[in-house]
């Protein structure tokens, strides 16, 4: 991989973003400062490389056939001081365990992607925040100004992108080791499923598909087979490709086939709020051979789904553009269905993955953020029958969610409700599933697709 210069084409290929409206962007106080360190960035190496991010669109290819699920997982934002080796395998343990249940459910390969390893900045819906009488800038994620609601901690800084930039290094590192040898294998992730289960209040309810599980290994021992869909470590990172003057100094030139990559991620994605198709970060976008997701929320009209299709894939490659629908558990039915039509009948091959989080965030009393459970389960149900009413494939889903024992959704099996949200609410913006309910929710899934295939 090589590093774009400004005197090359390539550098101007990508740089076309610069200039436009750019939403969401930090205002930094010392542009000669920002300017170091977005040299300094330039000349860093990648952090993934070009053939890692093919082969991730070749899986998304196949989720975008109706071959494979897509499943989408990790923290709401990443903060550094969780950058651990616990922190990242208790992710990674969470995520194996639900890609195992929704393969042997779906009968199909599982792509396994984490919202990890460059998750450090976060849109927000106002600019500043207000505390009796004192008004300070949002906080925007540890990529851009500190938690604390201090002067000193709120001002954008641009040193922060070198330590997002080391702090996607190191856990892009621990990834690497974890995956490496036999940890991703389906029997080995199951005795934790089961450890699970002997635990869960729903363990009569769960232990039909541990059943099936064990049948299905049986069956795979005894005949000596051992698919390679089924014990495979692959596993990708991605974000949201939020902040450009991180972004576009870690672009880079692959000389063998002449494409540029954002090397910051496997996967990046669009979020509603900076989707503007005249706007820098779809412009950006539309300039690097990664695969790319959008986020479409219910004000999302076919339009716009076909014009960002246009923007993003003008080839029409499949695996290169993943639309993640944020809906709300209450309009899936109402909007969902023409937006798969009107894109369906375009010829486009795009993968459909539902967020279910996103649009089913509520105040509790206590004035915490939070999202019920059922809500979270209702929107994925709903996504799915959509996508089984019209004949196409239900690519899989994307959630926030931690390994920890966090308490900051009501509901799943454990039945949590808003007086625990004071016992462990830790995350930095919006609330996440813990380890308990990511599984329920992997395993009730289970249970709703063999109903639909008449297991």
């Known amino acids: 991989m090589e590093t774009l210069k400004p005197e090359t084409p390539e ?10 409206p750019a939403a969401q962007q930090p205002e930094y106080p010392d542009p000669a400062a920002l300017h170091r360190v977005t040299r300094e960035l330039a000349t860093a190496p990648p952090l993934v490389f070009s053939g890692e991010c093919d082969r991730l669109k070749d899986r998304l290819a196949a989720v975008a056939r109706g071959e494979a699920l897509l499943l989408q997982g990790g923290d709401c934002a990443e903060t550094f001081d969780r950058v651990s080796a616990e922190t990242v395998h208790s992710k990674l343990n969470t995520l194996m365990q639900m890609s195992a249940v929704l393969t042997y459910a779906a009968a199909m390969p599982v792509v396994k992607v984490g919202r990890i390893a460059g998750q450090y900045a976060k849109p927000r819906s106002q600019p500043t925040e207000t505390r009796d009488g004192l008004t300070l800038p949002t906080y925007r994620g540890d990529a851009v100004n500190g938690l604390p609601f201090t002067s000193e901690a709120r001002v954008p800084d641009p040193e922060r992108l070198l330590r997002m930039y080391q702090a996607s290094s190191n856990t892009l590192n621990l990834v690497r080791a974890f995956t490496a040898g036999g940890y991703a294998a389906l029997s ?55 902040l450009l003057d ?48 959008v986020k479409l929320g219910p004000g999302t009209t076919p339009d716009t789904a076909l014009r960002l299709i246009d923007r993003l894939d003008p080839d029409r490659e499949p695996g290169r553009l993943t639309f993640v629908v944020r809906l709300g558990v209450g309009r899936v039915h109402e909007v969902l269905p023409e937006l798969v039509e009107k894109v369906t009948a375009s010829g486009a091959r795009v993968a459909w993955v539902c967020d279910p989080m996103h649009g089913n965030t509520v105040g509790a009393p206590s004035g915490h953020k939070t999202r019920h459970f059922d809500d979270i389960l209702g929107e994925v149900r709903a996504f799915f029958e ?40 830790e995350s930095a913006c919006d609330p996440r599933l813990n380890r308990s309910q990511s599984l329920d929710l992997a395993f009730l899934v289970a249970e709703f697709l063999h109903a639909e295939e008449g297991v």
Not at 11 to 20: C, D, K, P, Q, S
């Open 11 to 20: 550098f101007e290929l990508v740089n076309t973003w610069a200039g436009l």
């Open 188 to 242: 080995q992730v199951h005795e934790w499923n089961r450890d699970f289960i002997a635990g869960s209040p729903l363990r009569e309810q769960y232990e039909a598909i541990a059943n099936g599980i064990d049948r299905a290994l049986k069956f795979m021992h005894a005949t000596g087979a051992s698919p390679r869909a089924f014990d495979d470590s692959e596993f990708y990172v991605s974000h949201e490709g939020l």
């Open 386 to 425: 959509v996508h089984g009413a019209l004949g196409t494939h239900a690519g899989g889903i994307h959630v926030e969610l931690t390994g920890d024992d966090v308490t900051e959704c009501v509901g799943g099996g454990h039945d949590l409700g808003f007086p625990d949200l004071f016992a462990r609410y």
């Open 246 to 293: 991180y972004e576009a100094p870690l672009t880079r030139h692959d000389p063998d086939t002449g494409r540029v990559y954002a090397t910051s991620g496997h996967m990046l994605w669009i979020g509603e709020r900076t989707r503007d198709l005249d706007g820098a970060h779809v412009e950006y976008f539309s300039r690097v051979a990664n695969p790319i997701g």
